[in-house]
């Protein structure tokens, strides 16, 4: 069964039961898609351009070693068991990481490195990974400040750059990602969309190109963001 962590899919054991209620088990982590495939988002290594294009029935992505999936802007991001990071889709903004801006890929393709450990998507076109020793990297659209980089926040980028600091979760979001560090304490930074950001002293629709604290402690939360965050505490 596929649990949900974030918005990323960890891809475990898969169940079948036939019609005499036998159930049958594969340890396989395959990974399947269905939709639009008109940037190659079903990384069968083609394209069907809108408005024909697409697949209405679940088919498979080559590989049977996936762990974990979330989708992009359109089309995905996932991670194999040997904790490589591949990307397939539209390329806008340069957020497949390959060093460019243009070029789609309709077949999945990697991404430097071989420690991650998860990864995150949201509505927006940037995207980004979290390795094993805590560091968060981010690639794509940097409109206001959200590749945390404490600079110009009208550049793009199409290779992965760190965010300061080491954390144990984020989620990338469309306005402002957040991130928990291991000391409990909850970050953001980007666009503060409505307050998106968490800081009652930051005026909406200011921005912060490096990572702020929201107020408190969130030890252990499980957070999650688009247009804006949420985190439940270890309390309750």
Do not use: C
Not at 29 to 53: E, F, K, R, T, V
Not at 172 to 185: E, H, M, R
Not at 207 to 216: A, F, Y
């Amino acid at each position: 069964m596929a649990e949900l962590r974030q918005n990323t899919w960890t891809l475990g054991e898969w169940y079948d039961q036939d019609y005499a209620g036998n159930v049958s088990y594969s340890g396989l982590n395959q990974l399947w898609g269905a939709g639009w495939n008109n940037y190659g988002q079903m990384g069968q290594n083609s394209i069907n351009p809108a408005p024909a294009g697409g697949v209405s029935s679940p088919i498979q992505i080559a590989g049977t070693t996936w762990s974990k999936v979330s989708a992009t802007k359109d089309g995905a991001l996932a991670i194999k068991t040997d904790n490589t990071l591949w990307a397939w889709g539209e390329n806008d903004n340069g957020i497949l990481g390959q060093n460019q801006g243009t070029t789609q890929y309709s077949s999945p393709t990697q991404i430097p490195g071989t420690t991650w450990s998860d990864a995150s998507s949201a509505s927006s076109p940037r995207v980004g990974g979290l390795k094993s020793d805590g560091t968060i990297w981010l690639w794509g659209a940097n409109g206001h400040g959200q590749m945390a980089q404490n600079g110009p926040s009208n550049t793009q980028y199409s290779s992965p750059v760190q965010v300061p600091g080491t954390y144990e979760a984020f989620n990338v979001a469309n306005f402002s990602p957040l991130a928990l560090k291991t000391d409990g304490t909850l970050w953001s930074w980007g666009r503060s969309e409505k307050g998106s950001l968490g800081v009652p002293s930051i005026a909406h629709d200011a921005h912060r190109s490096s990572p702020v604290q929201i107020p408190g402690t969130w030890s252990g939360s499980k957070i999650a963001a688009d247009y804006n965050g949420m985190a439940i505490k270890t309390n309750g």
